[in-house]
């Protein structure tokens, strides 16, 4: 295991498995983060159109004091001081306004799609969780491999150094021997940064630098998907894809928006009831104190006529957008479907290279032991030793990265067809050890 440096932004925690770096991940991840509070700031829209259905009701107060001196018509003059005090309360409520009810009905979808995007969102960070976290588990592999690699090179180099000394080999040998320990060591300094790298993308999920995982057992067993038809999974995908649901509400949203344009043609009523009690008070000169109080209750009709053509520009473009939407509903379809069956096989597939690779790794033993013995006897070189060697750890890192990516094909069509959860990666951490 590699020593990671630890920022001081970040602090390091011992993580047990593949469940608990996913739960670091959900209160940290700023992506996840990001798409709730977009969700919140749309499901906020949707209030604010509600609110044009409702009462509005507003109240106003004033207060004025005003003094003077006046002249009457014989030529008399007097002081004035009055003051007035004005109170008014006034409700107003739509009746009829087609618009208010198109533009609820766009909102709910809007506040639909920010909803299948969250989903969306939350079933990529499972996925981004078990990328992130069995890349550690293959670099870590690698990683071992390549020092492996590297002892056997340096043991075969201080051997064939050896024999060089007391003459049973050629100056060729040492030469073979150490360009593939040189080789080893530049492969061991690669494996480590791309080790070091996949730590960083982990932390950079879960905002911890993480100490060790827990790595997958060596005896894992492996079942094609259920069902085993990948026609079955695309239409599983093209009826619960969240992207694809969210699509089909963006496109409801729009087809709402289209009439809501249209609506500018249509007359509006709305009605009014106001209350307003207003008082005057003349201390001085003729002005005698009055108090007024006044209720009305009415009805405002407004019917558009002409706007210069902006509502029919305004509904032509809302139809462009309409037809935008459509097409990247089609568009993603098509996405999904192809990811869908892409990723059914892949796992097909993987299983067989899992199987593959796993033979591999014991016939390269195998191989590599014959090549050991034969050297011995001198029926076989230190160059077919090297290759060898290089063919069983090459073998080795194949079969690890085999497994891991075989994982994530199983997820990734669990993901496509709109299927993945939680339990998914629970599977996964029983894997573990």
């Known amino acids: 295991m590699l020593a990671i440096v630890v920022a001081t932004s970040f602090s390091s925690v011992k993580a047990e498995d593949l469940i608990d770096i996913y739960q670091l991940a959900i209160q940290n991840d700023p992506l996840l983060s990001q798409e709730e509070s977009r969700f919140n700031s749309v499901s906020e ?41 004005s109170i008014r309360v006034t409700l107003d409520q739509t009746i009829y306004d087609h618009s208010d009810y198109t533009r609820l009905d766009s909102a709910k979808s809007s506040s639909l799609q920010a909803e299948a995007n969250l989903v969306a969102a939350r079933q990529d960070l499972i996925i981004r969780v078990a990328e992130r976290y069995l890349a550690v588990l293959t670099n870590e592999d690698a990683f071992r491999f390549s020092e492996a690699e590297l002892k056997a090179n340096q043991r075969q180099l201080e051997q064939a150094e050896q024999r060089y000394e007391v003459g049973l080999t050629a100056i060729t040998d040492v030469h073979e021997a150490r360009a593939s320990f040189d080789r080893s060591r530049a492969n061991l300094i690669v494996a480590q940064n791309t080790l070091d790298d996949s730590f960083e993308a982990l932390s950079e999920i879960t905002a911890q630098y993480i100490d060790n995982l827990d790595p997958l057992q060596e005896e894992v067993l492996f079942t094609p998907p259920v069902p085993a038809d990948p026609n079955a999974w695309v239409q599983q995908a093209l009826s619960e894809n969240p992207s694809v649901q969210a699509r089909k509400y963006a496109v409801d949203a729009q087809f709402y928006t289209i009439r809501t344009q249209r609506a500018g043609h249509l007359p509006s009523i709305v009605a009014n009831a106001s209350y307003s009690d207003r008082t005057n008070d003349g201390d001085l000169g003729p002005f005698a104190t009055t108090n007024a109080d006044d209720i009305s209750f009415g009805f405002t009709v407004s019917i558009p006529i002409y706007a210069g053509g902006s509502v029919s520009s305004q509904t032509r473009q809302a139809r462009y957008d309409h037809e935008v939407a ?50 011995e006897v001198g029926t076989r070189t230190i160059v077919d030793v090297l290759q060898s060697q290089q063919l069983l750890f090459q073998a080795q890192r194949d079969y690890s990265r085999a497994r891991h990516d075989l994982l994530l094909d199983e997820l990734r069509l669990e993901a496509s067809a709109g299927q993945i959860d939680e339990e998914d990666l629970k599977k996964i951490n029983m894997m573990l050890r």
């Open 45 to 85: 829209t949707q209030r604010q159109v509600l609110a044009n259905l409702l009462p509005s009701i507003s109240a106003s107060a004033s207060y004025t004091d005003s003094s003077g001196n006046s002249t009457t018509g014989d030529g008399s003059q007097f002081a004035s001081d009055t003051q007035t005090e």
């Open 326 to 375: 459509m097409q990247r509903l089609e568009q993603e379809q098509r996405t999904v479907t192809r990811s869908t069956r892409n990723n059914y096989r892949s796992v097909i597939a993987g299983i067989s290279q899992v199987e593959a690779f796993s033979q591999s790794v014991v016939s390269a033993t195998s191989a590599l032991e014959a090549t050991e013995a034969g050297f």
